[in-house]
């Protein structure tokens, strides 16, 4: 089983509409939970770390369940710049990390 | 800003050659990772280090080697290029630090090998 899992997509979206990806990890010793995006052909970027109470930057809400061992992420009022795609990953035993294979998002005018 | 940068964007080798994937941070992280990323497959470890002379393997170390001399520099070698090892390579480093810290990727070298 992989340690973190996400559906692929691809979520195409219209430009307005709030969109939600969900990924699930195996291993419930994990520490600490990231959502990454990455625009195609460059590097993963930070977008926010996941905190056990949830957070909120901006238009981008993130939860934790730990009882399901589940990170989502939520976009709401999509913007044709959030086209990308975005990776969760879970940190655990200091410093081993694990990331999914990434969820493709594409906004549509 | 946590800076990571790769001494190549693009490359293109031949199979059987010798390949040098440099990776310089200047935050003065102790962790420093080699990742491949393949379509379908996601980012997978090659290798990492905690310290500096220090390595560790990741998931799929066969055909690459690792050596960091300095802190701030973490090589990764091909010793003998070949066509399965045409793909994006990601440095990252990391600070030892809390738990909320995470990775740091640098802009990738896309290598082709034909």
């Known amino acids: 089983r992989k340690e973190v899992e996400q559906d692929p997509g691809p979520f195409n979206v219209p430009e307005g509409a709030t969109v939600a990806f969900n990924c699930t990890y195996s291993?419930?010793?994990?520490?600490?939970f990231f959502w990454y995006r990455q625009d195609c052909r460059k590097e993963p970027k930070l977008l926010m770390s996941?905190?056990?109470s949830g957070n909120e930057d901006g238009r981008f809400t993130a939860q934790l369940n730990r009882a399901s061992q589940y990170i989502s992420l939520l976009i709401r009022d999509s913007k044709l710049s959030d086209s990308a795609t975005y990776l969760c990953a879970v940190r655990r035993n200091g410093n081993q990390f694990y990331f999914g294979t990434g969820t493709s998002l594409t906004v549509i005018p | 800003d946590v800076k990571v940068t790769q001494s190549s964007r693009y490359l293109v080798k031949r199979t059987g050659e010798k390949v040098f994937l440099e990776c310089v941070q200047d935050m003065d992280h102790e962790n420093m990772f080699w990742y491949r990323q393949d379509p379908g497959l996601g980012l997978r470890l090659i290798y990492f280090s905690y310290d500096v002379k220090m390595k560790e393997k990741g998931d799929i170390p066969e055909g690459y080697s690792v050596s960091r001399e300095k802190k701030e520099r973490f090589s990764l070698i091909l010793e003998s290029a070949s066509t399965n090892q045409t793909s994006m390579y990601l440095c990252?480093?990391?600070?030892?630090?809390?738990?909320?810290?995470?990775?740091?990727f640098g802009p990738g070298t896309r290598l082709t090998v034909l």
């Open positions: 990252a480093s990391l600070p030892l630090a809390g738990d909320t810290d995470t990775q740091y």
């Open positions: 291993n419930s010793a994990s520490q600490s």
């Open positions: 996941v905190y056990s």
